[in-house]
T-cell receptor, first 118, second 113 residues
Framework: AQKITQTQPGMFVQEKEAVTLDCTYD???????LFWYKQPSSGEMIFLIY??????QNATEGRYSLNFQKARKSANLVISASQLGDSAMYFC???????????????FGTGTQLKVEL | DVKVTQSSRYLVKRTGEKVFLECVQD?????MFWYRQDPGLGLRLIYF???????EKGDIPEGYSVSREKKERFSLILESASTNQTSMYLC????????????FGDGTRLSIL
């Protein structure tokens, strides 16, 4: 069963507008974490934002915020005031409980390709 | 800044060859990871390591092996390359704590002919 689902293969947004990228997840572990990464066409993966399952507030990092709805098991990324440089592939990932040695094994979604237009 | 360096950006090999992909990190991270990325499939974990000489299978380990002789270096080995291993390979590293992000290298685009 797929643990991380990103249902939008592609999205368009106009410059300066806000956009929401969807991510739903499935886990029975009460302790988990959700990460968002950006991958520009150059290929490198850039960490954007993290939300822990016990965090009381939604995570924010500059123009990025996470709309975390625990009961719905969703962790949508909101980008405010879109810029041309935001055009990229965006991946949602979930940290599972990893007993061996501790740590943060991630399961990734299939990604959403965002295109920002003038 | 965290630096994860992969030895090659592009690599072309022939079917049946033994292929080595090298990854080095400079942040004293305990954890290191190898993924492959294919269109429509996202990133899939091949192997990971949480300490020197320790390794664990990920979701798609078949046809691959790894080596971690030093903390900063994690190697991915294709024992006998096949055309279905043509892909983008990404290395990542992180601290052990569960809320720490993984930091990625620039990737190696591997073509098996």
């Amino acid at each position: 069963a797929q643990k991380i689902t990103q249902t939008q293969p592609g999205m368009f947004v106009q410059e300066k507008e806000a956009v929401t990228l969807d991510c739903t997840y499935d886990t029975s572990d009460p302790s988990y974490g959700l990460f968002w990464y950006k991958q520009p066409s150059s290929g490198e993966m850039i960490f954007l934002i993290y939300q822990g399952s016990y965090d009381q507030q939604n995570a924010t990092e500059g123009r990025y915020s996470l709309n975390f709805q625990k009961a719905r098991k969703s962790a949508n990324l909101v980008i405010s005031a879109s810029q041309l440089g935001d055009s990229a592939m965006y991946f949602c990932a979930m940290r599972e409980k990893w007993v061996t040695g501790g740590g943060n094994k991630l399961t990734f979604g299939t990604g959403t390709q965002l295109k920002v237009e003038l | 800044d965290v630096k994860v360096t992969q030895s090659s950006r592009y690599l072309v090999k022939r079917t049946g060859e033994k292929v080595f992909l090298e990854c080095v990190q400079d942040m004293d991270h305990e954890n290191m990871f190898w993924y492959r990325q294919d269109p429509g499939l996202g990133l899939r974990l091949i192997y990971f390591s949480y300490d020197v000489k320790m390794k664990e299978k990920g979701d798609i380990p078949e046809g691959y092996s790894v080596s971690r002789e030093k903390k900063e270096r994690f190697s991915l080995i294709l024992e006998s390359a096949s055309t279905n291993q043509t892909s983008m390979y990404l290395c990542a590293s992180s601290f052990r704590q569960s809320n720490q992000p993984q930091h990625f290298g620039d990737g190696t685009r591997l073509s098996i002919l």
